[in-house]
């Protein structure tokens, strides 16, 4: 298996994920503008939407699009998911929403968006945050344990982090506990952040 990522973009959240099960994977990080892996093979042979992650399974078959990929992982691996007849479609509801909500909202963020995109960027992106934060169920959005989610979550709550942006106190606790998980230490240290966190 093998994971195609950029450091710090959405990808990492499956990294986080397939660090927390053990498996033994191969990763490779790309680089967005040029679209070349780091071993200089051109990224869109692998995938040509041309954009991370993308997950190559051991049968050959390529996965992209995050929420299918984070999917597959929890499907896999059930203890990144909740029990429960409505658990994986949970699951799926609050992937869905930090995908298609905060995550876009982020878009003028990483991309020169003018200050007044970049504005109203921010304000979305805290109406977000506050809304998450005010339907935690333990100290992760489902309870005690982290999910794939969470993962994904995580990701975004280090874009905030990256650009100034103040989180609601939860989900810096949130960020803060995510960060001293080993698997999390390990995918971070693989994608050449994790220095850049404790410097
Ligand atoms: N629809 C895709 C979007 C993934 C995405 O936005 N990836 C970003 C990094 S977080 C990327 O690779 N951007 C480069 C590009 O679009 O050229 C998904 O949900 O997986």
């Given at each position: 298996m093998k994971l195609y990522y950029s450091p710090l973009a959405c990808s990492l959240s499956d990294h986080v994920a397939l660090e927390e099960v053990g498996l033994s994977f191969e990763r490779e990080s790309v680089?967005?503008?040029?679209?070349?892996?780091?071993?200089?093979?051109?990224f869109n042979e692998v995938t040509?939407?041309?954009?991370?992650p993308a997950l190559v399974l051991d049968n050959g078959e390529t996965l992209t699009e995050n929420i299918a990929i984070l999917d597959w992982i929890s499907t896999q691996y059930p203890s990144l998911g909740i029990p429960g007849p409505l658990g994986r479609t949970r699951v799926l509801e609050a992937l869905t929403y930090l995908s298609t909500e905060l995550h876009r909202s982020f878009k003028p963020m990483w991309h020169a968006g003018s200050d007044a995109d970049k504005a109203r960027a921010k304000a979305t992106i805290n109406g977000h945050f506050k809304f998450i934060s005010s339907h935690?169920?333990?100290?992760y959005l489902f309870g005690g344990a982290p999910t794939v989610a969470d993962f994904y979550l995580f990701v975004m709550l280090l874009w905030a982090e990256r650009f100034d942006l103040d989180v609601p106190p939860p989900l810096a606790a949130l960020r803060a506990s995510m960060k001293s998980r080993p698997a999390v230490q390990r995918a971070m240290r693989a994608e050449g952040l994790y220095q850049e966190e404790n410097a």
């Open positions: 680089n967005l503008k040029t679209k070349r892996t780091a071993s200089g093979r051109d040509s939407k041309g954009y991370v935690l169920k333990g100290n």
